[in-house]
């Protein structure tokens, strides 16, 4: 199959991924919290007992460079949200409090980017995206 119109998948793909950190940002920086420190606290509100720096780092989206994540693990420790606990990184009752809180914030993002699309349609496009992503990488 030949694509309808040539290069559109990919500036649609970009013009969604930049609104979409835009919003989330925007709800993000209300609370003076990076999309990075969000995405580490909500990793770690899914495991318990926390996770060794290496395992959390591979969990993470691969945009990040290690220096970023240091950074966002110092400000997430100064905003009292996780801690080392010997050999893990633990997210504090605070954290887990502030997980609920901006998790509210990228909640409204996320409804907002499925307003009027079906649960299927959703679905479709997640699917085919996956789809298309693994002919490109494996």
Same mark, same amino acid.
């Given at each position: 199959?030949?694509?309808?119109?040539?290069?559109?998948?990919?500036?649609?793909? %970009? %013009?969604?991924?930049?609104?979409?950190?835009?919003?989330?940002?925007?709800?993000?920086?209300?609370?003076?919290?990076?999309?990075? +420190?969000? %995405?580490?606290?909500?990793?770690?509100?899914?495991?318990?007992?926390?996770?060794?720096?290496?395992?959390?780092?591979?969990?993470?989206?691969?945009?990040?460079?290690?220096? +970023?994540?240091?950074?966002?693990?110092?400000?997430?420790?100064?905003?009292?949200?996780?801690?080392?606990?010997?050999?893990?990184?633990?997210?504090?009752?605070?954290?887990?409090?502030?997980?609920?809180?901006?998790?509210?914030?990228?909640?409204?993002?996320?409804? %907002?980017?499925?307003?009027?699309?079906?649960?299927?349609?959703?679905?479709?496009?997640?699917?085919?995206?996956?789809?298309?992503?693994?002919?490109?990488?494996?």
């Amino acid at each position: 199959m030949t694509a309808p119109t040539p290069g559109r998948l990919g500036i649609v793909l %970009q %013009q969604l991924d930049r609104a979409i950190t835009a919003a989330v940002d925007s709800e993000l920086a209300d609370h003076s919290t990076s999309r990075l +420190e969000w %995405q580490m606290v909500a990793l770690l509100s899914r495991h318990e007992d926390g996770l060794p720096w290496a395992q959390l780092e591979r969990l993470m989206p691969p945009a990040w460079s290690e220096t +970023e994540f240091s950074q966002a693990w110092t400000a997430i420790e100064a905003a009292g949200w996780g801690e080392i606990d010997g050999d893990r990184w633990v997210l504090t009752d605070a954290g887990a409090d502030a997980v609920a809180t901006l998790g509210e914030g990228v909640q409204r993002v996320r409804d %907002q980017v499925a307003q009027g699309v079906s649960d299927e349609e959703y679905r479709i496009t997640l699917d085919v995206l996956e789809r298309m992503r693994d002919n490109l990488t494996m």
